[in-house]
């Protein structure tokens, strides 16, 4: 299996700021890594699919990057409504594997 | 729009079967490049696939569950469905059911359903 792996595990920021999230694969997996945004009671919502493709509706302050086994997710100035838990996700290679979570929380 | 919806049992005895229907609306579940899934998440904790099905019947599932799945479809109730056997706590977990698109050689989930918690206690 691929192994995700997601830092930080939890982070604090505010209002404004800019925040990354780093994904790596424990191999190489292309292109073919997603991220999803998931508040608490709710299904995941697709953010950036293909590694840096927004997803339709997703405001553009969301920005991902990365090939190969490094990943990042970038959020450019951070609202309200984006503290939540982020989690990456590969497609490459059944069985689709997640990374562990990065929960984004108001400092 | 596609709307998913799980549903069933809200409780399961250990090593007993846990079974959950997705119920698929706005779209046919027997559409083309359709590819309808399970995962899971455990509470506080990340996310799992459990595996995939197809509109033909054709599943494929995770290695780690395998043994104790079974995954079906129902064309003429556009519902599918999810058995997981021999429950034991672990299996503890809310379970969405959720529609994956490809793209390239990759994919990725845009509709999931709300999620149902299932518990496995006696």
């Known amino acids: 299996d691929i192994q995700m792996t997601q830092s930080p595990s939890s982070l604090s920021a505010s209002v404004g700021d800019r925040i990354t999230i780093t994904c790596r694969a424990s191999?190489?997996?292309?292109?073919?890594l997603n991220w999803y945004q998931q508040k608490p009671g709710k299904g995941p919502r697709l953010l950036i699919f293909?590694?840096?493709s927004l997803q339709g509706g997703v405001p553009s302050r969301f920005i991902g990057s990365g090939s190969g086994t490094d990943f990042t997710l970038t959020i450019s100035s951070l609202q309200p409504e984006d503290f939540a838990t982020y989690y990456c996700?590969?497609?490459?290679?059944?069985?689709?594997?997640f990374g562990q979570g990065t929960k984004l929380e108001i400092k | 729009q596609l709307q998913l919806q799980e549903s069933g049992p809200g409780l399961v005895k250990p090593s007993e079967t846990l079974s959950l229907t997705c119920t698929v609306s706005?779209?046919?579940?027997?559409?083309?490049?359709?590819?309808w899934d399970w995962i899971r998440q455990p509470p506080g904790k990340g996310l799992e696939w459990i595996g995939t099905?197809?509109?033909?019947?054709?599943?494929y599932y995770n290695p780690s569950l395998k043994s104790r799945l079974s995954m079906s479809v129902d064309t003429s109730k556009n519902q599918f469905s999810l058995k997981v056997k021999s429950v034991t706590a672990a299996d503890t977990a809310v379970y969405f059911c959720?529609?994956?698109?490809?793209?390239?050689?990759?994919?990725?989930?845009?509709?999931w359903g709300q999620g149902i918690l299932v518990t496995v206690s006696s």
């Open positions: 959720a529609n994956r698109t490809p793209y390239g050689s990759g994919s990725h989930w845009f509709y």
């Open positions: 706005g779209a046919s579940i027997s559409g083309s490049g359709y590819y």
């Open positions: 099905v197809f509109y033909s019947g054709t599943a």
């Open positions: 191999q190489s997996i292309s292109g073919y």
């Open positions: 293909g590694a840096s």
């Open positions: 996700q590969q497609s490459h290679n059944t069985p689709y594997t």
